[in-house]
């Protein structure tokens, strides 16, 4: 719940037996379940219906693949949080969900109570896995972050706007890969609060996800403070 309003949900899974059980679990459960589809088409055009605050995706869908169909969800709505619930822990398959805007990543092997935590975490922003998967994630953020960046035009580096020293507080214990909840008990915070700076430090950075804003501090060193 978010406040005294459901968090509203969509689910996405080409198993129909699947997609109603774990529909049925979050709508017992408070959430608002505003949507179901299966498969990847279906899932595009029902998710820029219904405006979920998160989708719960399957990867592995007919049509278009679940990978696909992040990347123009949330490029479609960049508000909608996308928290991965698949069989595979391939590492390749965990790191491609990231790279294409999903905020978590769950197995299909989690309990219920995991899924609803998982769901609710995902509405509020935080980055969600499975445990042994975090790892993972802030080692390819710092795989991308080695890498050269492509050159900003016209000087745009040198115009950057500055931060202040609360969000480059808040900025450089992400890219630690900590939690909202975390940062939030670390510097005596709200969550809400913590949410507002990040949401702050992407407008300023004209950057468009928590990948994009760790491989920028990762780039600036901001991790090693």
């Given at each position: 719940m978010t406040g005294t309003t459901p968090i509203r949900v969509m689910v996405v899974d080409d198993h129909p037996m699947w997609r109603d059980a774990v529909a049925r679990d979050l709508s017992e459960s408070g959430f608002e379940v505003v949507a179901t589809a299966g498969d990847g088409d279906q899932a595009v055009r029902r998710a820029k219906a219904a405006a979920p605050d998160v989708l719960v995706l399957d990867l592995n869908l007919p049509g278009k693949p679940g990978v696909q169909v992040c990347k123009e969800v949330v490029?479609?709505?960049?508000?909608?949080r996308v928290l991965v619930l698949s069989a595979s822990g391939e590492h390749a398959d965990v790191l491609e969900a990231v790279k294409s805007g999903a905020t978590g990543y769950l197995l299909k092997s989690a309990s219920t109570e995991e899924l609803r935590d998982a769901v609710r975490r995902t509405a509020d922003g935080d980055p969600v896995f499975t445990p042994g998967?975090?790892?993972l994630v802030l080692g390819e953020y710092r795989r991308l972050a080695s890498e050269p960046a492509a050159p900003a035009a016209g000087g745009e580096e040198q115009r950057a706007p500055r931060l202040t020293e609360r969000e480059t507080e808040v900025l450089r214990l992400v890219?630690?890969?900590?939690?909202?909840?975390?940062?939030?008990?670390?510097?005596?915070?709200?969550?809400?609060?913590?949410?507002n700076h990040v949401q702050n430090t992407l407008g300023k950075l004209q950057l468009h996800n928590r990948v994009e804003l760790v491989r920028y501090a990762i780039e600036r060193g901001l991790d090693d403070e």
């Open positions: 490029a479609a709505d960049p508000s909608v998967l975090a790892g890219a630690k890969g900590l939690s909202y909840k975390q940062i939030a008990e670390r510097l005596v915070i709200s969550h809400r609060t913590v949410q």
